[in-house]
């Protein structure tokens, strides 16, 4: 399955996402904030990044920016309790894979980490 690097300042949000996605059959790492996932992109090769809106060290966004210029075709899911159409926009104009709005789902989280690493496979999935 995916390795998938899993961002989020909030300790339990992190352990519930990692277990569901080792149970999943995915491979799991962990950052708490924005710098720390940076480091591990650089250090390992991601087959996809989840990571929160509000970060104690700087913006979803601007990690996603940040990650794309250090990896651009890795696919990320930006996840937020505080929604709004301009994040939305703002989100895909960045290169948002999906975008998940707190709370949600298990089998929504599962199903966009599911797009997210076929499309980075590069399955042709039809439509």
Known sequence: MAKILIVDDDPNILITTRCLLEADGHECVTAEDGLEALA????????????????????????????????????????TAYAS??????SVRRGVFDYLVK??????????????????????MGG
């Not at 650089?42 to 929160?52: P, Q």
């Not at 159409?85 to 703002?90: K, N």
């Not at 709370?103 to 042709?124: I, M, S």
């Open 103 to 124: 709370p949600f789902q298990e089998k929504e989280l599962l199903a966009a980490v599911k797009r997210a690493t076929w499309h980075g496979h590069g399955a042709d």
């Open 40 to 79: 591990r992109v650089k250090e390992n090769g991601f087959d996809l990044i989840i990571t929160d809106m509000r970060l104690s060290n700087m913006d979803g966004l601007t990690l996603v920016r940040k990650l794309k210029e250090v990896e651009p075709s890795i696919p990320v899911i930006l996840i």
């Open 85 to 90: 159409s301009e994040t939305a926009v703002e």
